[in-house]
Structures are given as structure tokens and as C-alpha cells.
């Protein structure tokens, strides 16, 4: 069995215990109110059952006795009652960080490690001079992209209710507040759990593709777009602190989004999504303008008089007033002496007209808008006006600068062989996908080049194509050209398949100039993939029609790098390596071509799919792969941990943009060791690479997997409008990276993070020395970090109760289980040995204390699924109860170990 320690809170961590203490017992009160007194105790004998398996060595059967055969509706309240509890520690933490946050800055002491004070002071101290750094600004790129993978999408009602409770606690940290208002404090953190307790955790019907935009949207819209002008506020105090310097700041953050674009084996998705998504993203920005111009109308009543204005905003007053009669007769006659109210009445009624494309005194451009914002706040600033009222116009130019009309710029993807099918049928050739990639370039390169055209066909796949081509040239005119992000191929191997897409592009009408006005983006998924992609980049940067056309999109290229295939397909070890190595190849590859090279990390929430903590995977990546820009996938309850609370939302921004200054400016220094260390690795892939096919390439694995993990309940679960699966499963590679590490991580193995890597550190051991290997373990950050993380989901894992699950699987548990759990006791041995620790996660004590709060509760919430799971299969999964109960519980383990896919 993994132990863990008890957790041990340091000092300054007392209000938060006294928080999970607080919430505990809250949810105790709802618990007994809202089923029974006899229910709250028998959940409480359970908790402790645990604790005495935990820190006792109590057998686990003693606490699967206690949760099995129970009647179905009684099984699933107390997988809801122990998620609830999982709620409120997840609650407290949260609340802790803007606790901890809030106490560095009253303090005034050392800046708060990661925040842009801490960034800018270690790059003072490092020789960066205040030109360098502004320069630098003028070129960063920061850009989370949120995907559709809602592994963790939350009802919005319930995202509500978490914030009220979050609320009340972050009142509380006003000493001076009375009993009373303590009291009510209490009472609305009460009224929010029975609330919650009684609204059901999701709904029975799958969501569409608009559902999820709506659920993207909420974070979007709400807790981002609020927080936007603090960070800017934030970096311009700190320039001012440590350099001196007061500057107007470039735009640096971006955000964008794949729902509703991402058309990668999701045959929901199409033309019409796209249209709907950038229709309904422009009509949620637009709201929140309108809302905004609103309260600076409210704010800035100035009356002639009182103060001068510039005579420029008279001007675009009266101008107004004759171009946009309708808008300017909003403006009350009793308001007539107020200058700033006035234009922003008209502003305000111009926005309102901007929601029909056709109106004729709508805006045409985001630059409209920001120029008449502009002379508003220099007008302020000139007439005395800087402490009322110009601050908060700054906040929405900001915003504004950020999200424009669009909201978030909308990427489309695709798979290359979808591509293939269209071309196909437009060439007329049914042996297409399997001709050479030098027939199907020689084939491509006029079309592509606009110096032919493709055949007109009504093949579905092929009319699919053209909307989507065409769709996205009507966003381009409807809503400007930072509406659109890339376009991403998914299962890119060759030029061809790029330029496929510059031809499809062509067909669809999706033209300016004579150039094709798309960003393309190969994904790079595979090991293999990830190994060739130098190869490919080569070729296709070869090609005299390509060249061309990056030409006209400023000779950037831009290349994602797919974390969950890869680790799925070669294992964490190899993955990391794949990813590490073809940066610093495809680099030389752009280098040698002169052009610039972007990358998209398409990374998922877990280790296993490339899950990192920013900080550490930003300066452990290859020096000059960052160089200003990090565009980054957000998934699943990635998004709802980072951006839910506003708070958090600014520090995770702040922590990012922090994280690409500081890889961008003073990457981590040469090391001579490095060659030599890189070459051990390769061996080390290689060998971790090949023992973990081995165990999913094994006959009978897919079966076991099926078996031994819930997949199955994963499959049947509302959780998204993409399939879980690409096609019938023959092996590991049909089946999708988010449900494939979603079921290993339910059943408390967490197999995809660790699998391989004791084999090779063995290996290395054996090779290259023990002493060897520790040394690259703590002196290579790309291997240490890599260590840390692996650590983290080892500490994770329960292997006793993975074998409970395994056991399901029948004759085939004990060929395979041996193998998991010999292999997991390899990896929890060397990676303590090589980190010169005596445990997991000695030197991560916060970790520790935050995996230790919630054991007691996730424990048996497994074996409560294990229970269910037999009885379900035992039905032939038919019984829909059980299968609502089983739900239940693997929301309530996702929400306890913070992990799905």
C-alpha cells in the first residue's frame, strides 16, 4: 500500500485548516438537514474507517465491507456527500491562495514568488536594463487557448453557488467584521451547499456544441474578462517599482478557444458551429461593453463649467450627432452639460447597433471604439481627471485591446486524412490517401499556388469542407481578422498534408490578394510524429508555394506539439523527450530557413498529458523555444482550477506572464554536461518506450483494459459532444487521450504517468552509474522537472485498490497486474533514490498536506465505484440508476484527486 503522511499543516497554514474544519462541519449540518442525522454518522464511520487504513495499516477490506452491497439510491448520496466534502477542501485551498496573496502584499516584505514584482526584480539582478525589458514587451505573446474537452464541466448553477461560498470566506478575512455579519457569512455558504445538494451535478443529456461554448463562455466572460486590466496594473507597478519607469504597455495577453471549431472527429462540429460560436462570442463581448460604457457614463459626470474638456471630444460629439442621429438622440437633454456622459451615451447606443452587422451606425472596427475611448481618457488626464475617472476607462480600453469584437480568437482543426477524403473526391482519384507524398505535393502545388482549380463535387465530405472554408472567410469580413486563430491539422506527416489545406482554402473562396489569410498549424501527436517532424518542417518550408505563402503571413510559422497522443502512444518518459528533442530540431530547421518559429503546446491537465506546473515546464524547456510567446491549451477542470475564482485568475496570468519573461530574457544558462545528458536520455526513451508497448501492445491488454478500469461508464457519460473514441477500438490508438488517462487515473493506478519510467531508470542506473543519474536528476531541469511531476501522480496512485479494479478483469488480472505493480514499486524506488529523498514528495510539504486532506474521502468513494461497477456489469449496464450512482462517484474521485484526463 502507498503511504502517505498525515497531514501536517506549517503555521502560517492555520486559517486554513481552520477553513476545511469550518466547511467540514457545514456540509456535516446540510448533510444531516438534507438526508439524515443516521446518514451523517454513518458517513463519519466511514471517514474513519479510512483514516485507520491510511495511518493505521487497516486492511482495505475492512472499508470495502462497509460500501458494498448497498441499495443504489443510498450508494449514490454518499458519493455525493464525499464529493461535497471534496468541494469544500478544493473551496478552502483556493480561498488560502488569495489569503496567502493578499498577505505578501500587505506585508511589503519579499514579492510573492512567481507574481511579475518577483519576475522583474530576478531579471534586474540578472543584468536585464529596463530597454531590454520594454522591448521584450513589445514582443510577448500570451495566448490560453480553452478547448472542448469538458472532463469536468460543471453546471453553471453549481459554478455559482461555489462562487458565493468563496465569497464568504474571502469576507472573512476581515478581522473587523461582527458576529453578525460572521453569522450571515455563514448562513450564505449554508443556504449554498443545501442548494447544490439539491441540484443535480449534471445534466442526463449530452451537451451540444453550444452547451459547451456556453460553459467556456462563463469563464470566458466572467472571472477573465473582469481581471484582465489588473494584470496590466499589476506589471505597470512593478515596472515602476523596480526599474522606475511608467510606459503605456503594449497588448501582451490574447485568449482563444476550440469550441466550436474543432472538427477532429467530432461530427457535430462543422460551418454552422463555427458560425455560431464567433456569432455568439461577439454578442457576449459587446454585452459586457455596453455594461461597462454604462458605468463609466455613471462615473464621468463632469458638467461644463466644473472643468474643461479637449475641444477634440466636443468635436466628435457634435460630428456624432449629425453622422449617428438615432444613437445621439438617446443622450437627455438634462444631461446636455456633460460632455463624457454624452459621448458615451453615443458610444454606448453605437455598441447596441453594432450587434447587427447591417445597422449603419454600428462600429466597423475595434479601432473606432478604442479611438473614442482614447480621447476620452487623454481628455481626462489633461483637465485634472486622472484620479476621476481616467483610471477606469484605462480598464476598458484594456479590455478591449484584449478582446476585441471576438472575444477569443476561434481555432478550427481537422484530421489530414478527412483532408485526403475531400481531395479524393475533388481529384477524382479514389487511391489518393495512398499515393507518395511527392505525387500528391506535385499534385497539390498548382492548386495551392491559385494557379488552377479544384473540380466542383457534391460529395458530403468534400461540400463539409468548402462551408468551413467559406464560413471562415465571411468571419474574416464580419468580424475582423483577429476573430480567427489557426488552423490546426491533426495527424500531420508531410508537406502534402499542409498543403491540402492551402488547396481546400483556395475551393472554399477563403482568399485576399491572391493569398490564402490563414495561420496553418501541423500537429505533431505521435513519438514517431514528434521524431519526423524535422523532416517534415524541412520539406515543407522547401517548397517554393509554401515559402510564398508564409511570406504573406510574415514568415512566422507556427507547429503544435501534441502532449496526450504522444504520451499515450510511447509513454510520460518518451513523450517528454519526443516533445523536448523536436523543439530544439525543429528551431535549427526554421533557423537555417530564416523564418520564425511559434509553438502550441497542446497540453492536458494531467501529467500524463503534459500537465506542469508553468514556472518549472517554461524554464526547463529548450532555450530559445519560448522567445516572448507561449500559446497554451486549457482543458477540462484545468480551466474551472485556474480561472474560476477572479483572484486565482490574475495569479495564474501573472504566474504565466511571469514564467515567459523570465524563459524569454535569461533563459537557463549553457551547460557543458548537457550533450552528455541528452544522449543518456535518448537511451533512457528508448527503453521506457519499449517497456511500456510491450505491456499495451501485450494480446489480451485491450480486453484488460476494458475490464480492470470504468471506461465503459466514461463512455456512457454526458461529459462532451465528441465521441470518446475515433473509431471501433482495436488498440490503444483508437481510443481518445482525455477518457484513455481519465479511466487509469479512476481506478487509482494512474498507469499513462509513470508506466516505462522505472525500467529505464534502471537502465540508466545500470549504464551510466547511480551517482549519474542523480546528478542529472538535480542539476538538468528538463529531468528534474520531469521527476516532480511523476512524483506528484505517484503520490496519487493506491495500488491496492487499482488491484480490487484489476480484479474484475478476470484470468487476465494476474499476467497483468504483476506487471503494474511491479513496475509502479521500480519507479516509486528509483525516483526516490535518484531525488536523495525518503519519500514522495518530502520537499513538496504543501502537496503533501493537500493530497493528505483528501484521502479519507477518496478512498472510499473508489471502492463504492468498484461495488457499483460489478453490479452494473453484472446487468448487462442497464440499470440506469446504478449507472447514475456510478457517475457520481467518479465525479466525486476526479474532484478529490483534482485529475481527470
Same mark, same amino acid.
Given at each position: 500500500?502507498?503511504?502517505?503522511?498525515?497531514?501536517?499543516?506549517?503555521?502560517?497554514?492555520?486559517?486554513?485548516?481552520?477553513?476545511?474544519?469550518?466547511?467540514?462541519?457545514?456540509?456535516?449540518?446540510?448533510?444531516?438537514?438534507?438526508?439524515?442525522?443516521?446518514?451523517?454518522?454513518?458517513?463519519?464511520?466511514?471517514?474513519?474507517?479510512?483514516?485507520?487504513?491510511?495511518?493505521?495499516?487497516?486492511?482495505?477490506?475492512?472499508?470495502?465491507?462497509?460500501? *458494498?452491497?448497498?441499495?443504489?439510491?443510498?450508494?449514490?448520496?454518499?458519493?455525493?456527500?464525499?464529493?461535497?466534502?471534496?468541494?469544500?477542501?478544493?473551496?478552502?485551498?483556493?480561498?488560502?491562495?488569495?489569503?496567502?496573496?493578499?498577505?505578501?502584499?500587505?506585508?511589503?516584505?519579499?514579492?510573492?514568488?512567481?507574481?511579475?514584482?518577483?519576475?522583474?526584480?530576478?531579471?534586474?539582478?540578472?543584468?536585464?536594463?529596463?530597454?531590454?525589458?520594454?522591448?521584450?514587451?513589445?514582443?510577448?505573446?500570451?495566448?490560453?487557448?480553452?478547448?472542448?474537452?469538458?472532463?469536468?464541466?460543471?453546471?453553471?448553477?453549481?459554478?455559482?453557488?461555489?462562487? *458565493?461560498?468563496?465569497?464568504?470566506?474571502?469576507?472573512?478575512?476581515?478581522?473587523?467584521?461582527?458576529?453578525?455579519?460572521?453569522?450571515?457569512?455563514?448562513?450564505?455558504?449554508?443556504?449554498?451547499?443545501?442548494?447544490?445538494?439539491?441540484?443535480?451535478?449534471?445534466?442526463?443529456?449530452?451537451?451540444?456544441?453550444?452547451?459547451? $461554448? $456556453?460553459?467556456?463562455?462563463?469563464?470566458?466572460?466572467?472571472?477573465?474578462?473582469?481581471?484582465?486590466?489588473?494584470?496590466?496594473?499589476?506589471?505597470?507597478?512593478?515596472?515602476?517599482?523596480?526599474?522606475?519607469?511608467?510606459?503605456?504597455?503594449?497588448?501582451?495577453?490574447?485568449?482563444?478557444?476550440?469550441?466550436?471549431?474543432?472538427?477532429?472527429?467530432?461530427?457535430?462540429?462543422?460551418?454552422?458551429?463555427?458560425?455560431?460560436?464567433?456569432?455568439?462570442?461577439?454578442?457576449?463581448?459587446?454585452? $459586457? +461593453?455596453?455594461?461597462?460604457?454604462?458605468?463609466?457614463?455613471?462615473?464621468?459626470?463632469?458638467?461644463?463649467?466644473?472643468?474643461?474638456?479637449?475641444?477634440?471630444?466636443?468635436?466628435?460629439?457634435?460630428? +456624432?450627432?449629425?453622422?449617428?442621429?438615432?444613437?445621439?438622440?438617446?443622450?437627455?437633454?438634462?444631461?446636455?452639460?456633460?460632455?463624457? =456622459?454624452?459621448?458615451?451615451?453615443?458610444?454606448?447606443?453605437?455598441?447596441?447597433?453594432?450587434?447587427?452587422?447591417?445597422?449603419?451606425?454600428?462600429?466597423?472596427?475595434?479601432?473606432?471604439?478604442?479611438?473614442?475611448?482614447?480621447?476620452?481618457?487623454?481628455?481626462?488626464?489633461?483637465?485634472?481627471?486622472?484620479?476621476?475617472?481616467?483610471?477606469?476607462?484605462?480598464?476598458?480600453?484594456?479590455?478591449? =485591446?484584449?478582446?476585441?469584437?471576438?472575444?477569443?480568437?476561434?481555432?478550427?482543426?481537422?484530421?489530414? =486524412?478527412?483532408?485526403?477524403?475531400?481531395?479524393?473526391?475533388?481529384?477524382?482519384? *479514389?487511391?489518393?490517401?495512398?499515393?507518395?507524398?511527392?505525387?500528391?505535393?506535385?499534385?497539390?502545388?498548382?492548386?495551392?499556388?491559385?494557379?488552377?482549380?479544384?473540380?466542383?463535387?457534391?460529395?458530403?465530405?468534400?461540400?463539409?469542407?468548402?462551408?468551413?472554408?467559406?464560413?471562415?472567410?465571411?468571419?474574416?469580413?464580419?468580424?475582423?481578422? $483577429?476573430?480567427?486563430?489557426?488552423?490546426?491539422?491533426?495527424?500531420?506527416?508531410?508537406?502534402?498534408?499542409?498543403?491540402?489545406?492551402?488547396?481546400?482554402?483556395?475551393?472554399?473562396?477563403?482568399?485576399?490578394?491572391?493569398?490564402?489569410?490563414?495561420?496553418?498549424?501541423?500537429?505533431?501527436?505521435?513519438?514517431?510524429?514528434?521524431?519526423?517532424?524535422?523532416?517534415?518542417?524541412?520539406?515543407?518550408?522547401?517548397?517554393?508555394?509554401?515559402?510564398?505563402?508564409?511570406?504573406?503571413?510574415?514568415?512566422?510559422?507556427?507547429?503544435?506539439?501534441?502532449?496526450?497522443?504522444?504520451?499515450?502512444?510511447?509513454?510520460?518518459?518518451?513523450?517528454?523527450?519526443?516533445?523536448?528533442?523536436?523543439?530544439?530540431?525543429?528551431?535549427?530547421?526554421?533557423?537555417?530557413?530564416?523564418?520564425?518559429?511559434?509553438?502550441?503546446?497542446?497540453?492536458?491537465?494531467?501529467?500524463?498529458?503534459?500537465?506542469?506546473?508553468?514556472?518549472?515546464?517554461?524554464?526547463?524547456?529548450?532555450?530559445?523555444?519560448?522567445?516572448?510567446?507561449?500559446?497554451?491549451?486549457?482543458?477540462?477542470?484545468?480551466?474551472?482550477?485556474?480561472?474560476?475564482?477572479?483572484?486565482?485568475?490574475?495569479?495564474?496570468?501573472?504566474?504565466?506572464?511571469?514564467?515567459?519573461?523570465?524563459?524569454?530574457?535569461?533563459?537557463?544558462?549553457?551547460?557543458?554536461?548537457?550533450?552528455?545528458?541528452?544522449?543518456?536520455?535518448?537511451?533512457?526513451?528508448?527503453?521506457?518506450?519499449?517497456?511500456?508497448?510491450?505491456?499495451?501492445?501485450?494480446?489480451?491488454?485491450?480486453? +484488460?483494459?476494458?475490464?480492470?478500469?470504468?471506461?465503459?461508464?466514461?463512455?456512457?457519460?454526458?461529459?462532451?459532444?465528441?465521441? *470518446?473514441?475515433?473509431?471501433?477500438?482495436?488498440?490503444?490508438?483508437?481510443?481518445?487521450?482525455?477518457?484513455?488517462?481519465?479511466?487509469?487515473?479512476?481506478?487509482?493506478?494512474?498507469?499513462?504517468?509513470?508506466?516505462?519510467?522505472?525500467?529505464?531508470?534502471?537502465?540508466?542506473?545500470?549504464?551510466?552509474?547511480?551517482?549519474?543519474?542523480?546528478?542529472?536528476?538535480?542539476?538538468?531541469?528538463?529531468?528534474?522537472?520531469?521527476?516532480?511531476?511523476?512524483?506528484?501522480?505517484?503520490?496519487?496512485?493506491?495500488?491496492?485498490?487499482?488491484?480490487?479494479?484489476?480484479?474484475?478483469?478476470?484470468?487476465?488480472?494476474?499476467?497483468?497486474?504483476?506487471?503494474?505493480?511491479?513496475?509502479?514499486?521500480?519507479?516509486?524506488?528509483?525516483?526516490?533514490?535518484?531525488?536523495?529523498?525518503?519519500?514522495?514528495?518530502?520537499?513538496?510539504?504543501?502537496?503533501?498536506?493537500?493530497?493528505?486532506?483528501?484521502?479519507?474521502?477518496?478512498?472510499?468513494?473508489?471502492?463504492?465505484?468498484?461495488?457499483?461497477?460489478?453490479?452494473?456489469?453484472?446487468?448487462?449496464?442497464?440499470?440506469?440508476?446504478?449507472?447514475?450512482?456510478?457517475?457520481?462517484?467518479?465525479?466525486?474521485?476526479?474532484?478529490?484527486?483534482?485529475?481527470?484526463?
Amino acid at each position: 500500500m502507498n503511504q502517505y503522511r498525515s497531514p501536517e499543516f506549517a503555521p502560517h497554514e492555520s486559517p486554513l485548516r481552520e477553513d476545511v474544519r469550518r466547511l467540514g462541519t457545514l456540509v456535516g449540518n446540510m448533510l444531516a438537514e438534507q438526508v439524515s442525522p443516521a446518514f451523517l454518522d454513518e458517513v463519519e464511520r466511514i471517514r474513519m474507517a479510512a483514516i485507520a487504513r491510511r495511518h493505521e495499516g487497516a486492511p482495505l477490506a475492512l472499508l470495502a465491507d462497509l460500501l *458494498s452491497g448497498l441499495e443504489t439510491a443510498h450508494a449514490e448520496a454518499l458519493a455525493r456527500a464525499f464529493a461535497t466534502y471534496f468541494q469544500a477542501v478544493n473551496i478552502a485551498e483556493r480561498v488560502h491562495r488569495i489569503r496567502r496573496r493578499r498577505d505578501y502584499q500587505r506585508e511589503g516584505g519579499a514579492p510573492q514568488p512567481e507574481s511579475l514584482l518577483d519576475a522583474l526584480t530576478q531579471l534586474k539582478a540578472q543584468g536585464v536594463e529596463a530597454g531590454e525589458l520594454l522591448e521584450w514587451l513589445e514582443r510577448l505573446q500570451v495566448e490560453p487557448v480553452f478547448t472542448a474537452h469538458p472532463t469536468e464541466a460543471v453546471r453553471r448553477s453549481l459554478l455559482e453557488k461555489e462562487q *458565493s461560498i468563496v465569497r464568504a470566506l474571502v469576507d472573512n478575512f476581515d478581522p473587523s467584521r461582527t458576529p453578525q455579519e460572521r453569522k450571515e457569512d455563514e448562513d450564505r455558504i449554508f443556504m449554498a451547499l443545501n442548494a447544490g445538494w439539491q441540484t443535480a451535478e449534471a445534466s442526463p443529456v449530452s451537451p451540444t456544441v453550444q452547451d459547451e $461554448h $456556453h460553459h467556456v463562455g462563463f469563464y470566458l466572460a466572467n472571472p477573465v474578462y473582469r481581471i484582465v486590466p489588473a494584470l496590466y496594473e499589476s506589471l505597470a507597478d512593478a515596472l515602476q517599482a523596480v526599474y522606475g519607469v511608467a510606459v503605456p504597455l503594449p497588448r501582451l495577453l490574447s485568449f482563444a478557444t476550440w469550441v466550436g471549431g474543432d472538427m477532429d472527429g467530432n461530427p457535430n462540429v462543422g460551418a454552422a458551429t463555427i458560425a455560431a460560436s464567433l456569432a455568439t462570442q461577439r454578442a457576449h463581448v459587446l454585452e $459586457h +461593453y455596453i455594461e461597462d460604457i454604462a458605468g463609466l457614463g455613471r462615473l464621468l459626470s463632469q458638467t461644463e463649467g466644473r472643468v474643461a474638456v479637449d475641444g477634440t471630444l466636443a468635436l466628435r460629439l457634435a460630428d +456624432y450627432r449629425v453622422r449617428f442621429p438615432e444613437a445621439a438622440a438617446k443622450v437627455r437633454p438634462r444631461h446636455a452639460e456633460m460632455p463624457y =456622459r454624452g459621448l458615451l451615451t453615443v458610444i454606448g447606443a453605437r455598441l447596441e447597433a453594432t450587434h447587427d452587422d447591417d445597422h449603419p451606425e454600428g462600429y466597423t472596427s475595434v479601432r473606432e471604439l478604442l479611438d473614442d475611448l482614447h480621447l476620452i481618457a487623454l481628455s481626462l488626464v489633461d483637465h485634472r481627471g486622472l484620479h476621476a475617472g481616467a483610471y477606469a476607462v484605462q480598464r476598458l480600453i484594456w479590455r478591449v =485591446r484584449t478582446f476585441g469584437f471576438h472575444l477569443a480568437r476561434l481555432d478550427v482543426r481537422q484530421d489530414s =486524412r478527412v483532408h485526403d477524403d475531400a481531395l479524393a473526391s475533388l481529384l477524382s482519384d *479514389s487511391e489518393w490517401s495512398k499515393r507518395s507524398t511527392e505525387e500528391r505535393v506535385l499534385r497539390l502545388r498548382p492548386i495551392a499556388g491559385g494557379e488552377s482549380k479544384l473540380n466542383i463535387s457534391d460529395e458530403p465530405t468534400a461540400v463539409a469542407l468548402y462551408d468551413v472554408f467559406a464560413t471562415l472567410g465571411d468571419a474574416r469580413r464580419r468580424y475582423g481578422t $483577429h476573430a480567427l486563430g489557426l488552423y490546426i491539422i491533426s495527424m500531420a506527416r508531410s508537406a502534402a498534408d499542409v498543403l491540402a489545406v492551402l488547396a481546400l482554402a483556395r475551393y472554399g473562396g477563403l482568399v485576399q490578394d491572391d493569398k490564402v489569410p490563414l495561420d496553418i498549424a501541423p500537429l505533431f501527436e505521435t513519438v514517431d510524429d514528434l521524431t519526423s517532424a524535422p523532416d517534415t518542417l524541412r520539406a515543407l518550408l522547401d517548397d517554393p508555394v509554401y515559402r510564398a505563402h508564409l511570406a504573406s503571413r510574415g514568415d512566422r510559422q507556427w507547429v503544435m506539439l501534441g502532449y496526450s497522443d504522444s504520451g499515450k502512444d510511447g509513454g510520460t518518459l518518451a513523450s517528454r523527450w519526443g516533445l523536448q528533442r523536436a523543439q530544439v530540431e525543429l528551431l535549427e530547421v526554421a533557423s537555417a530557413a530564416g523564418i520564425r518559429l511559434s509553438f502550441f503546446h497542446g497540453r492536458g491537465g494531467s501529467a500524463s498529458r503534459g500537465g506542469s506546473r508553468i514556472a518549472p515546464a517554461l524554464m526547463s524547456s529548450p532555450r530559445g523555444s519560448v522567445a516572448g510567446v507561449l500559446r497554451i491549451t486549457e482543458q477540462g477542470e484545468v480551466i474551472h482550477r485556474k480561472y474560476g475564482i477572479r483572484a486565482l485568475a490574475l495569479r495564474n496570468l501573472e504566474q504565466t506572464v511571469s514564467a515567459v519573461l523570465r524563459a524569454s530574457l535569461r533563459p537557463r544558462t549553457e551547460e557543458l554536461r548537457e550533450d552528455e545528458w541528452r544522449s543518456r536520455m535518448s537511451q533512457l526513451a528508448t527503453r521506457s518506450r519499449e517497456h511500456y508497448r510491450a505491456f499495451v501492445d501485450r494480446e489480451g491488454f485491450v480486453d +484488460y483494459f476494458r475490464a480492470a478500469t470504468p471506461i465503459d461508464v466514461i463512455e456512457r457519460m454526458t461529459l462532451g459532444s465528441r465521441p *470518446s473514441r475515433r473509431r471501433s477500438m482495436r488498440g490503444v490508438q483508437d481510443l481518445r487521450a482525455i477518457p484513455w488517462v481519465f479511466a487509469w487515473t479512476q481506478c487509482r493506478s494512474i498507469l499513462p504517468g509513470w508506466y516505462g519510467l522505472g525500467t529505464a531508470l534502471e537502465q540508466g542506473v545500470t549504464l551510466f552509474g547511480e551517482e549519474e543519474m542523480a546528478e542529472m536528476a538535480r542539476d538538468w531541469p528538463f529531468f528534474a522537472n520531469m521527476l516532480d511531476d511523476v512524483a506528484m501522480v505517484l503520490a496519487k496512485c493506491d495500488l491496492d485498490i487499482a488491484e480490487a479494479f484489476s480484479r474484475l478483469a478476470g484470468p487476465l488480472h494476474e499476467p497483468f497486474f504483476a506487471l503494474i505493480r511491479e513496475e509502479f514499486e521500480r519507479t516509486q524506488h528509483w525516483l526516490i533514490r535518484l531525488k536523495r529523498t525518503d519519500q514522495l514528495l518530502q520537499n513538496e510539504p504543501r502537496l503533501a498536506v493537500s493530497i493528505g486532506l483528501r484521502n479519507p474521502y477518496i478512498d472510499p468513494m473508489s471502492l463504492l465505484q468498484l461495488d457499483l461497477l460489478q453490479r452494473w456489469r453484472a446487468g448487462g449496464g442497464a440499470d440506469d440508476a446504478l449507472l447514475g450512482a456510478l457517475v457520481a462517484c467518479v465525479n466525486g474521485v476526479s474532484q478529490g484527486l483534482q485529475n481527470t484526463g
